[in-house]
T-cell receptor
Framework: NAGVTQTPKFRILKIGQSMTLQCTQD?????MYWYRQDPGMGLKLIYY???????DKGEVPNGYNVSRSTTEDFPLRLELAAPSQTSVYFC???????????FGPGTRLTVL | GESVGLHLPTLSVQEGDNSIINCAYS??????FIWYKQESGKGPQFIID?????DKRQGQRVTVLLNKTVKHLSLQIAATQPGDSAVYFC???????????FGKGTTLSVSS
């Protein structure tokens, strides 16, 4: 199993541009999550999903959108990139009935 | 404010010493806690977890202690090695059944 994979690893955006961060897991986990991590800080939850077709907001959802059309994929969309969205983004997944979350390697995004 | 925090942002130890990383939490209703290790440029990696019906759990070279009376969590690493150098986060369940709340992290530096 590859676990949780994320693409791209790095990206630089200009203000106002849009992009989609991809996340895929091959563990057949029901739950998936998107976090952002700012320098020297812990992770903050952006959105999460408890299964295909179901998503919900986390602590810091503004400026982001998600979709969950399949169990495997949970893309994160930035429509109008802002400098405040410069961060490292982590996707995670967990099995139904279990709390342990497994993380991807992250996407480092810079908005200039 | 954050529900979970760490007492020290940095901890420096010598190779072979035992390390203790501390974490305080504020939600007395939390019933699940996790320690993650994050190496530079990588996603958080699960180390060990504990439920509130336990006060101690041991893994390979790691022990987690939970003191519910003072809402304190600690991670003990025995015979610390240079490969243990990383940022360590504690996290608690957010009460929603799916979201974890992360603290800011403690950077452990191991010198040989």
């Amino acid at each position: 199993n590859a676990g949780v994979t994320q693409t791209p690893k790095f990206r630089i955006l200009k203000i106002g541009q849009s992009m989609t961060l991809q996340c895929t897991q091959d563990m057949n986990h029901n739950y998936m999550y998107w976090y952002r991590q700012d320098p020297g800080m812990g992770l903050k939850l952006i959105y999460y999903s408890v299964g295909a077709g179901i998503t919900d907001k986390g602590e810091v959802p503004n400026g982001y959108n998600v979709s969950r059309s399949t169990t495997e994929d949970f893309p994160l969309r930035l429509e109008l990139a802002a400098p405040s969205q410069t961060s490292v983004y982590f996707c995670a997944s967990s099995r139904l009935g279990e709390d342990t979350q497994y993380f991807g390697p992250g996407t480092r995004l810079t908005v200039l | 404010g954050e529900s979970v925090g760490l007492h020290l942002p940095t901890l420096s130890v010598q190779e072979g010493d035992n390390s203790i990383i501390n974490c305080a939490y504020s939600n007395s209703a939390s019933d699940y806690f996790i320690w993650y290790k994050q190496e530079s440029g990588k996603g958080p990696q699960f180390i060990i977890d504990i439920r509130s019906n336990m006060d101690k759990r041991q893994g390979q070279r790691v022990t987690v202690l939970l003191n519910k009376t003072v809402k304190h969590l600690s991670l003990q690493i025995a015979a610390t090695q240079p490969g243990d150098s990383a940022v360590y986060f504690c996290a608690e369940d957010g009460g929603a059944g799916t979201a974890l709340i992360f603290g800011k992290g403690t950077t452990l530096s191991v010198s040989s």
